[in-house]
């Protein structure tokens, strides 16, 4: 059973940093393409970063660029997001994302399998 397990979320200032991690399990074939999304109350879901798993290009939503790195861990099946420099813009729920079919880092139809989320909260 293929599965997404975020962690890492929490509360922070302004300014401050957090660190995400994707444990991905379950794949037969791993997926080319993971990413993370955001869904802030009242807002639509947006994609905040992404990643090529064999390229290695990386994509960002351009409120995060400079602040946010995406990384995967190879070996270890991971997918982590490091986000420095906070700010409450980016409370939100935080989404892991994996798949096969590239239409664009920011369609969710690239991705086929979604983690339950990990809360980010940044207070000012």
């Known amino acids: 059973q293929v599965r997404l397990v975020e962690s890492g979320g929490g509360s922070v200032q302004a300014g401050g940093s957090l660190s995400l991690s994707c444990a991905a399990s379950?794949?037969?074939?791993?997926?080319?393409?993971m990413g993370w999304f955001r869904r802030a109350p009242g807002k639509e879901r947006e994609g905040v970063a992404g990643?090529?798993?064999?390229?290695?290009?990386?994509y960002y939503a351009d409120s995060v660029k400079g602040r946010f790195t995406i990384s995967h861990n190879n070996a270890e099946n991971t997918l982590y997001l490091q986000m420095n420099r906070l700010n409450p813009e980016d409370t939100a729920m935080y989404y892991c994302?994996?798949?096969?079919?590239?239409?664009?880092?920011?369609?969710?139809?690239?991705?086929?399998?979604w983690g339950q989320g990990t809360q980010v909260t940044v207070s000012s």
């Open positions: 379950g794949y037969t074939y791993y997926p080319d393409y």
């Open positions: 994302a994996a798949g096969f079919r590239f239409n664009g880092w920011t369609n969710p139809a690239t991705y086929g399998n």
């Open positions: 990643i090529s798993i064999i390229g290695g290009n990386t």
